[in-house]
């Protein structure tokens, strides 16, 4: 009979995504409404149900349950990835890598670009994508720190080191306009002249615009 209850539950998180949520609160999920791990009968479980469970948290992108040979409860758990964090008035939210909202964490504080202005069905889509851009280069990463969306629809982005602001426009062509401001900002820091711009235009694909 001892071979038909858990020994244990245990968690193992996969990916590098910061703990947003933590074992303790796994285990919550997988356990709740029994006492501990060892009351669980191994043929009363119910595996789907766990992995919707785990799914249906705000911090989890999705997960695995299984039951190994020797009777330990095993969920492999992927934490959602912000890649932006909103505000809106009195609310704070991020925007995940898939461009759903996930909620602040207790446990962790993401650093990536803070966004203000309006996000709405019609510009979710495409800011989304803008944020994954941001997010999967190591120097945009590190450099875009701030994210103004203006009532035109059209971007002004924060660096990190420097004063100037960043004339994005729309939500086209943006790969190419990320290009056009690393190729310029690998040039122009090597001659200081970055310290002189107040804004750095990349509205127009062709060229790089630069006002003192």
Same mark, same amino acid.
């Given at each position: ?14 990916g590098d995504n910061a703990p947003f949520v933590n074992q303790e609160t796994v285990n919550k999920l997988l356990i709740e ?37 020797? *009777? @330990? ?11 932006? +964090?909103? =505000? /809106?008035?009195?609310?704070? #939210? ?51 720190? *701030? @994210? ?11 660096? +990190?080191? =420097? /004063?100037?602001?960043?004339? #994005? ?22 001659d200081s002249s970055l310290y002189k711009y107040k804004t750095i235009d990349l509205r127009f694909v062709q060229q790089v615009?630069?006002?003192?």
């Amino acid at each position: 009979m001892k071979s038909r209850k858990l020994r244990k539950a245990i968690v193992i998180f996969v990916g590098d995504n910061a703990p947003f949520v933590n074992q303790e609160t796994v285990n919550k999920l997988l356990i709740e409404n029994n006492r501990d791990a060892q009351s669980i009968g191994k043929d009363k479980l119910d595996l789907n149900k766990l992995e919707k469970v785990l799914n249906s948290h705000d911090m989890i992108e999705k997960s695995e349950v299984f039951v190994s040979v020797d *009777g @330990v409860l095993k969920a492999i758990v992927k934490q959602k990835t912000p890649v932006a +964090r909103v =505000f /809106n008035g009195d609310d704070s #939210f991020y925007i995940d890598y898939k461009g759903n909202t996930m909620p602040l964490s207790a446990n962790f504080t993401a650093r990536v670009p803070l966004v203000s202005g309006e996000i709405n069905k019609k510009n979710r889509e495409d800011l989304a994508e803008l944020f994954r851009i941001i997010h999967d280069d190591e120097f945009l990463k590190k450099n875009i720190i *701030g @994210v103004q969306i203006m009532p035109n629809g059209s971007l002004r982005m924060l660096n +990190r080191n =420097f /004063n100037y602001q960043i004339d #994005f426009g729309g939500t086209i062509r943006m790969k190419a306009k990320f290009n056009n401001y690393k190729a310029f900002f690998q040039k122009a820091v090597l001659d200081s002249s970055l310290y002189k711009y107040k804004t750095i235009d990349l509205r127009f694909v062709q060229q790089v615009v630069c006002s003192k």
